[in-house]
């Protein structure tokens, strides 16, 4: 028969002395007389701790450095931050703060690392050139990695009642830089671009540029979460940034985005609209049309490879989305020649553009157009403070009005 790994220790008779007995990571506990409902209840306490606590003893607050908080952490974090079977975002800033932690405290006392400790670890991020939002981010996830601590009861409470003591960088009052907002992009650029797209990653763009719809949401559409039964068009996407707040997401789709899916529409039901293994076919087909000589007898047998480092996924991720929007943005604004490294650096900033900024475009339409609250809708924001984040003020609207009475 085989182990089993993931049963939970066994509630033992120590003969010897007459008491119940439970073995914790190679720590004996005594639990009281052997079958007594005081043992039994004290083993059910004992045992639900240790689970809580993820198969481990709580470690001696004494003894616990930062480096050993944050493993722990680490193994809670790549466990939790998962969704649809793949880490999120979320993981990745985790592990950056993680690191700033281990090379500068790592060897400090957990119990130790107050508000000071803190202070100058922000320090440390700012020297690293980090922008001011993402330096207050990194220290809010200490602040909850702490926090973990204690719901662990790895630490006292008020070592994290002492970290919230240390306020957040305030714009202008510090010397960590500011990073530029996220702008919506002109209809003219996207334009642009397009020709220089493959033919399914332009038409993910136009649907994006008319729903206002996330770019995952776009990259993840399957004809079965498409209701057509009314005029306009709902979807409802299998998953979505907000779904674990229980919140619920509709992308109603028009007549004009409608007849740009309608031919996805047609495939298998569960199979997804915009699959890269197609793209890369027709532009395979589209290189071998364009072919100056005639294939050789040797590459006309040739077969695709197989075992690819990286091969086509089942659909576009708003990663390899958002690379294929970049190449095609080099494309379609060659960098002069002869500019150095910081240059063309800031070429590329100016000249490329990321599927977000598509949904800062529509929601800018909708409120100019529309109202706020129906950006708000549209967009899927809990709140209209968010929508006002994505949607540029109409300051047109303001310069008219002080036209007429100013």
């Not at 009052?173 to 334009?191: I, Q």
């Not at 994006?208 to 990259?219: I, K, N, S």
């Not at 998953?239 to 031919?263: M, N, W, Y």
Request: net charge positive; with cysteine; glycine share 6%.
């Amino acid at each position: 028969m085989p182990k089993l790994f993931h049963s939970s220790p066994k509630y033992r008779h120590h003969k010897p002395s007459g008491q119940a007995v439970v073995t914790l990571a190679g720590v004996d506990h005594y639990l009281g007389p052997w079958r007594s409902k005081a043992s039994k209840f004290e083993y059910d306490r004992l045992i639900g701790e240790w689970l809580a606590n993820g198969r481990r003893l709580p470690t001696a607050q004494s003894d616990l450095t930062v480096t050993e908080l944050v493993n722990l952490y680490r193994k809670f974090a790549e466990a939790y931050y998962v969704k649809d079977g793949r880490p999120t975002g979320g993981i990745f800033s985790i592990r950056v703060t993680i690191r700033f932690l281990r090379e500068h405290y790592g060897s400090t006392r957990a119990a130790d690392f107050g508000p000071l400790s803190l202070a100058a670890l922000r320090l440390r991020m700012i020297e690293a050139g980090q922008s001011r939002s993402y330096v207050n981010g990194n220290i809010d996830r200490v602040r909850r990695i702490f926090k973990w601590a204690v719901s662990r009861e790895l630490l006292s409470p008020a070592v994290h009642q002492a970290l919230t003591t240390v306020p957040g960088l305030r714009r202008g009052r510090t010397e960590a830089r500011e990073s530029d907002p996220v702008r919506p992009v002109d209809g003219a650029t996207v334009e642009s671009t397009l020709p220089h797209l493959p033919p399914i990653v332009a038409d993910m763009v136009r649907l994006q540029q008319l729903t206002g719809c996330r770019p995952g949401e776009v990259c993840i559409l399957r004809p079965c979460d498409v209701d057509t039964t009314s005029d306009v068009w709902r979807y409802v996407p299998e998953s979505h940034k907000t779904e674990h707040h229980g919140r619920e997401r509709v992308i109603f789709i028009g007549p004009k985005a409608q007849d740009i899916l309608r031919p996805y529409l047609l495939r298998d039901k569960s199979a997804f609209c915009f699959v890269p293994v197609e793209a890369e076919r027709k532009r395979n087909a589209e290189k071998r049309a364009g072919r100056r000589s005639p294939m050789t007898p040797s590459q006309s047998r040739r077969r695709p490879t197989r075992n690819r480092k990286r091969p086509p996924g089942e659909h576009y991720t708003a990663n390899s989305y958002r690379r294929a929007i970049h190449r095609a943005c080099g494309l379609a604004f060659p960098a002069p020649e002869d500019l150095d490294a910081e240059q063309l650096k800031a070429w590329r900033k100016a000249h490329q553009w990321h599927p977000n900024r598509l949904r800062h475009s529509a929601a800018t339409l909708i409120r100019q157009q529309f109202g706020l609250e129906a950006a708000q809708v549209t967009l899927g924001h809990a709140s209209a403070d968010v929508s006002q984040i994505y949607a540029e003020r109409d300051y047109g609207l303001a310069a008219n009005v002080m036209a007429k009475i100013g």
